[in-house]
């Protein structure tokens, strides 16, 4: 008795931890991409829904997107309206929420270390970066490397 009980509290535990997770969001890359499509995985992972989107000029969807150039990376993820470039982490993704001056965030470049980029034993310093309304950058994470 006392077990079932436990049971059905972990299963509604686990179902709410589960509905809380699902964030859906759009992941578009270059049909050649390897490391977006660990970076897809490390979302997958993570709890999120991804619709993968392939697309054969990266470059047009950025600009369509609204990615500014200077901020350009590999894919480019689409989750609320806002764009999330690179590889991202999973903090700064779920933060957009608290940041209604921002259009996206981004991890320019493909800097080693990174999720999504983690292979072998390299980590890069890098800083997440948001674009906001006005276009100018803002700093919204910094990772150091090793
Ligand atoms: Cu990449």
Redesign the pocket.
């Known amino acids: 008795m006392i077990t079932n009980i436990r049971i059905a509290v972990l299963t509604t535990l686990l179902m709410t931890g589960a509905a809380q997770a699902a964030e859906v969001i759009d992941v578009y890359r270059d049909p050649d ?1 390897g ?2 499509k660990d ?1 897809i995985k490390y979302l997958e992972v993570n709890g999120f829904s991804v619709r993968e989107h392939v697309e054969p000029n990266m470059s047009k969807v950025k600009q369509r997107l609204g990615v500014a150039p200077r901020l350009a ?3 480019t993820a689409m989750i609320d309206g806002k764009f999330v470039e ?2 991202v982490p999973v903090a700064q993704i779920l933060d957009l929420k608290s940041h209604p001056d921002l259009v996206g965030v981004s991890v320019p470049g ?1 800097p080693a270390g990174s999720p ?2 983690d292979y072998g034993q390299t980590k890069q310093p890098y800083q997440v970066i948001g674009q906001t309304l006005t276009g100018t950058d803002q700093v919204v994470a910094e990772y150091s490397g090793n």
């Open positions: 991409c490391c977006c970076w990376s590999c894919h690179g590889h493909m999504g980029m």
